[in-house]
């Protein structure tokens, strides 16, 4: 069965800096992987998703991520944080069907000025 | 156009009660998706629909929680005898087809059980 882990439940970083949030997955093939974003009172919005190719995929709101099959990672990463990519950020993954998404706990982004 | 839309945004109901939550789908999206947020935590999977039919129940809690949709339209996830474990956000997408594509995602039914 697929499963999804983000280690850190919560990230703190100052306005400006690079940021980096963890996720792993479990799954026998080849997933297909998505890192969502819950900003406060507005529904999940998809930042980037990985199915092929390229294992360096680029997302909206200039994030990006890394699929590294060795280590069962698909990090996300952007290079300066603005203060307003403070939010949870959802790591997913869905089996070769394609339909049963299975969504990490989630990461939540505080930025300080 | 128009995004997922779902009713009611909240909703407080007494222990044991029953409720229907609704959520319409975009337009021409034939995969439609339940999920159970519990507060502070991630998304549960509850049910999934390719068109009318839904090939995986499994993510349903237990029996009192069913679904259904009609066509490639609204879709109702109806929980009868509501528990106080029940409360949560209650979250639906669509996507145009099932096959890994982006989900997008309605507001959610906030569900508060007394």
């Known amino acids: 069965a697929q499963s999804v882990t983000q280690p850190d439940i919560h990230i703190t970083v100052s306005e400006g800096a690079s940021l980096e949030l963890r996720c792993n997955y479990s799954y026998g093939a080849t997933p297909y992987l998505f890192w969502y974003v819950q900003s406060p009172g507005q529904g999940l919005q998809l930042l980037l998703k990985y199915f092929s190719g390229d294992t360096l995929v680029q997302g909206i709101k200039g994030f990006e991520a890394e699929f590294k099959r060795s280590q069962s990672s698909f990090n996300l990463r952007k290079p300066s944080v603005h203060w307003s990519d403070a939010a949870e950020y959802f790591c997913a993954v869905a089996n070769t069907g394609g339909f049963k998404t299975i969504f990490g706990a989630g990461t939540r982004l505080f930025v300080k000025a | 156009g128009a995004g997922v839309s779902q009713s009611p945004s909240n909703k407080v109901t007494e222990k044991g009660k029953d409720v229907e939550l609704r959520c319409d789908p975009i337009?021409?999206?034939?995969?439609l998706y339940w999920y159970r947020q519990r507060l502070g935590q991630g998304l549960e999977f509850l049910i999934y629909f390719q068109g009318n039919s839904a090939p995986d129940k499994s993510g349903l809690p237990s029996d009192r929680f069913s679904a259904e949709r009609t066509g490639e339209s609204v879709s109702t996830l109806t929980i009868q005898r509501t528990q106080q474990e029940d409360s949560a956000v209650y979250l639906c997408a669509s996507s145009l087809v099932p096959r890994g594509d982006e989900q997008y995602f309605g507001p959610g039914t906030r569900l508060t059980v007394t």
């Open positions: 337009s021409g999206h034939t995969a």
